[in-house]
């Protein structure tokens, strides 16, 4: 039988944030609070939660000595993703109510707390919020969101991490923002969400989505039921 077995208060207040499991800790980053303020720049706020101990703990802000370092830690926002390769939490899309969407992709290390921003080629995904990802191997697969036309660019260079659009076959799942995504075995399932009528673009004629879509990853020969963005390590 499946039961809750701890209910705690204390935490962070916030929708729309990114967390993930590294051992013992659960490690949270952004989201969004009504009140909070979104607008001045600022970086983003990591809370970490001890399992063992049950207890919060608050990061302290990075100091960037300079604005070319400032660059390398992201700003405060929700919407966006994270995921955990070896000791490196990735941290993808997402906006804010100033900057709007994103799509720089920045690194956490996990030993020092440190964010840098990976060397990368290939196409980059369009700045989106509301999306998916999810890890299989050395491989995120980013699903959906809603992608902005107009947003920030990372420059490519090296390939240290790279970019492609994955080779698809059958019938996609639809588009949609702010469902969930898990990996089990060599398979993605995607469930939930909110899509449109007219694809990509909010006209207000939504559809809420209560299927689940399955595809396999990594063999591009194998029937591909949804349409994802990868990257992984060269």
């Known amino acids: 039988m499946l039961r809750w077995t701890v209910h705690l ?5 916030r ?3 990114a967390a ?5 800790k659960v490690y949270s980053f952004g989201g969004y609070c009504s009140g909070e303020d979104y607008e001045t720049f600022r970086q983003i706020d990591v809370h970490v939660f001890n399992t063992v101990s049950l207890r919060w703990m608050k990061l302290p802000p990075v100091r960037t000595g300079g604005r070319e370092h400032a660059r390398e830690v992201p700003y405060m926002r929700y919407g966006h993703t994270a995921v955990l390769v070896d000791d490196t939490i990735y941290i993808w899309g997402g906006r804010n109510d100033t900057e709007g969407a994103c799509n720089v992709l920045y690194a956490f290390d996990v030993n020092n707390h440190r964010w840098y921003t990976p060397k990368i080629s290939g196409t980059v995904p369009g700045a989106r ?10 491989a995120m697969y980013i699903f959906g969101g809603y992608e902005q036309l107009v947003g920030p660019h990372h420059p490519l260079s090296t390939n240290v991490i790279w970019f492609f659009i994955q080779t698809q076959f059958g019938t996609p799942a639809r588009w949609r923002d702010f469902h969930s995504a898990t990996i089990i075995g060599t398979k993605m399932f995607v469930f939930g969400g909110r899509a449109d009528r007219f694809g990509p673009f909010h006209s207000n ?30």
């Open 20 to 24: 993930v499991a590294v051992g013992h």
């Open 129 to 138: 919020d509301g999306h998916s990802a999810c890890v299989l191997g050395k």
């Open 205 to 234: 004629n939504e559809i809420y989505c209560n299927k689940i879509k399955s595809t396999r990853t990594h063999n591009p020969r194998t029937r591909i039921l949804s349409v994802f963005v990868g990257l992984g390590n060269h």
């Open 15 to 17: 929708v729309n944030h």
């Open 9 to 13: 208060e204390g935490g962070p207040r």
